[in-house]
């Protein structure tokens, strides 16, 4: 299995334009989560999804963060429009179950200009 | 608010010494998790201990969870360079539908 693959791996913007991530979690896990990882703030839960279905997106800062999961082997982190607070690492894990282990992905590296 | 806090921030060892960090949360948990993630790359689950479990062994590493002091700790023994890695605690609310991960603790071996 080639594990959470995430793309792009390096995403370098201008800030008011808009940027998507995506995800393709490992075969057969229906739970997919996406955080976010800064020096300042850490580790931070965005959303997750079960089944599809997105079950909490506390996390999400603002409107302009926006995910879809429209099936179970493919998900987008979308940000429009992108402002230099934005910069982080963005990762991308999937598990069997929500409350499992879950398998983090490379990580994209956004930086806005 | 995060829920997992790692304890110490960082800690500096020599080769085949033992490693321990540690984890607080706040509030019930079902299980709790240990994540292991090198400079640039993404997290590694190390192990998962649920809250009805006292300690769990998997090779070198040991973990224990005291629910009454809702604490954690990570027992690396005779840790090694390769080690070196930054260490995460994860929780679960106890509906289990939220997930927190501490600030972590950044493990430094000298060969």
């Known amino acids: 299995d080639a594990g959470v693959i995430q793309s792009p791996r390096h995403e370098v913007t201008e800030m008011g334009q808009e940027v998507t991530l995506r995800c393709k979690p490992i075969?057969?896990?229906?739970?997919l989560f996406w955080y976010r990882q800064t020096m300042m703030r850490g580790l931070e839960l965005l959303i997750y999804?079960?089944?599809?279905?997105?079950?909490?997106d506390s996390g999400m800062p603002e409107d302009r963060f926006s995910a879809k999961m429209p099936n179970a082997s493919f998900s987008t982190l979308k940000i429009q429009p992108s402002e230099p607070r934005d910069s982080a690492v963005y990762f991308c894990?999937?598990?069997?179950?929500?409350?499992?282990?879950?398998?983090f992905g490379p990580g994209t590296r956004l930086t806005v200009l | 608010s995060q829920q997992g806090e790692e304890d110490p921030q960082a800690l500096s060892i020599q080769e085949g010494e033992n490693a321990t960090m540690n984890c607080s949360y706040k509030?019930?948990?079902?299980?709790l998790q240990w994540y292991r993630q090198n400079s640039g790359r993404g997290l590694v689950h190390l192990i998962l201990?649920?809250?009805?479990?006292r300690e769990k062994h998997s090779g070198r590493l040991r973990v224990t969870l005291d629910t009454s002091k809702k604490s954690s700790s990570l027992l690396i023994t005779a840790s090694r360079a390769a080690d070196t890695a930054s260490y995460f605690c994860?929780?679960?609310?106890?509906?289990?539908?939220?997930?927190?991960f501490g600030t972590g603790t950044s493990l430094t071996v000298i060969p």
């Open positions: 999804f079960n089944n599809n279905v997105p079950i909490d």
């Open positions: 201990i649920r809250s009805n479990e």
């Open positions: 994860a929780t679960d609310g106890f509906r289990g539908n939220q997930f927190y």
């Open positions: 075969s057969g896990h229906n739970s």
């Open positions: 894990a999937s598990s069997l179950g929500q409350n499992n282990e879950q398998f």
């Open positions: 509030t019930s948990i079902n299980n």
